[in-house]
DNA sequence: CGTGGCTTTGATCTCTGTCAATCGCGGTGG
DNA sequence: CCACCGCGATTGACAGAGATCAAAGCCACG
């Protein structure tokens, strides 16, 4: 229920013993599990792996959360724009048109994401494409003509900026 | 968008300086803020303490986890039976005839928290009803009959049993 | 050139949201 | 004590969004 890029730590929502976890790559990909059962001492006396895990787990949170929000309250439309504009931020490349973006899921997979279904992301697509803001060169490889008009068709806080990309150790936030 | 009942740590999420925030008490409550950022250096140095946030934030994702399926992949029949169920674990009292919840939410608060409408919680309610697993005393009042064919039309990971509820400190999970 | 998988498109149906009317109940003031 | 008022819940009618089923269309691959 969750996307990941390169370099991200991703859910740590899987730490359960029961829990059933379902992770599936969508490009050659290499992954490092840290299992904190072996090592169940140190989480409570390393204090910088303690912080770090925090900081990990409650970013976490933070997606989530704005995608709880994605799910209960955005029709179609508004779920796909926030979609393409969320992956513009994070995996798309500026170029002199906009930003341009590979995406390597299938309608399918993106629908499940959306709480939608293929046909219906494969409808609204046709709907962006029309409006302009958005032009699909396959159907892996989309342009974003307006990302500033693109992202006000989603009415959703958007999480994005520089503090829910990088997954650098916790700056003592606040 | 969570629910939280007494004696829990609630929205690690909202630790964030732009986040906007919405508490809504639906009862006498009094909470207990804790200002992280009034006291950046000890959570990386106080093991225990960022143990227990990890802790926190951890269950917190779960949880939201668990609502996302909810909100993404439920219709609304299956949504309020996992609500009805859910909150007969959480805040039910057993008595002979099942599980008496008292449910101080309007039809409303529900229907914002399962992404439905206020009329559309109404009428399932309403079907629930017929159905005879629930029995609604009153509007802020039921008695589950029969817990587990109610919980088994909600086709979802039930977070429930006790590690799910409790916020005791973390028991050096595995 | 044929096959299989994914995508697009179309037709149709169901569920949910919206709008509006009514009901039930508790509180208030006469 | 009772009529009135207002809020929330319920119920009904209706429209629209999205799901489902089915039929092409596209493209890579053998």
Known sequence: MSLSGPGDTLCPAAALQGADVWLEAFSAASLC??????????????????????????????????????????????????????????????????????LPLSREDIADYLGLNAETVSRIFGRVKKSKLVTFLSPTDYLVNDIEALQSRAPVAAPHGPEMLGSTAMQARP
């Open 33 to 102: 599990e840290l299992d904190l059962s072996a090592h169940p001492r140190s989480i409570g006396e390393n204090a910088a792996l303690s912080a770090e895990l925090f900081h990990i787990a409650h970013r976490q949170v933070r997606y989530v959360s704005a995608h709880l929000v994605t799910l209960g309250r955005l029709d179609g439309m508004e779920r796909v724009c926030f979609f393409l504009t969320d992956m513009a931020w994070r995996i798309g490349v500026k170029v002199p048109g906009g930003w341009r973006v590979h």
